[in-house]
């Protein structure tokens, strides 16, 4: 289910050149700007991570992290803590739990749930700790799990939940998403499924906070609404995770083949020129307008096939068929 099996990018670590260039650039701006380890990687296999999280908070940052919680062992769980972290997300995919076995949902609590409810006996022992938030992956054959891992996670203590949909990578990925092409319409039933949710959500306890795809109807662009900016592992700067890298998003049989797109690279541009250059600022302008072609509703046309030009006659990046700007798809 990782985008990571579909690209031909190369990987790699985030290098103390390019993390330098971060902090320099985190000093020179006024106000600072939060920092969130994560995206399309692990943050905690990062050999120098407790430490990168220090230098940001000895910059003055806020820093948040999700992780898939399979490297958060009670040792790296101290270091979190003592690193000054504000917040760490556990993400939750209901349909890739191994410990989890047909008709045992009930009685088998998942592995992200376990290591959040060790963290939240470790807050207590030390008395200090970052915040707590359930990220869940919600798709089609964990749907059933789905709230009885909430309450699980409201047992342990847990009041903060952020959801997202399952994103397809493959054509075959595409059948556990909760959401079909007809979906895409906006039709009134999913909007009420969404509501009804949410509701019972709510009803559980007292004080959650939910975040994420729930009760959103309208196409927007978060990335650009929240002011955000995306640095890949090797410094180029980008406006959004889904640009981070050349990939293809299914719904049902259709593919929409997505290029990446940089504006810019840390070492020679700094987050300040890249933010006010000419043409990222037009790219901002448009995502705000909210102006989107109408490729998820339509599909009809060669110009939905990729990003490179949509019928509105914007060219590259084109974010008409974008599942996060849609509300199907978020990050914390």
Known sequence: MCIQRTWNSPG????RTIFAALLEDLRSLSPTPEIFFGGYGEPLSHPKIIQMIREVKAAGARAELVSNGTLLTPGMAKELISSGLDKIWISLDTSHQDSIQEGQAAQTK??????????????????????LGLVIVLSRGGLDQTLKHIQQGIQVGLRSFFFTHLEAYSEDLAHQACYAPEDLRRIASWQARQAELVRELEGMAEGITIEGVLGNTNAHCPFAEKGEIVLRWDGEICPCLPLLYDHASFVGSWEHKIASHSQGH??????????SDAENMLLRERLLGK????????????????????????????CGGCLWAEGFIACP
């Open 291 to 318: 102006e989107f072609s109408p490729c998820l509703s339509c599909r009809d046309c060669w110009l939905s096939d990729d990003n490179q030009l949509d019928c509105m006659g914007y060219e590259h990046p084109t």
């Open 266 to 275: 840390i070492q020679r541009s700094s987050i300040r020129q890249a933010w």
């Open 12 to 15: 790699g670590q985030m290098s």
């Open 110 to 131: 998942p592995t992200a749930i376990q290591k959040m409810e060790e963290l939240i006996g470790l807050k207590k022992m030390l008395e200090a700790g970052p915040e």
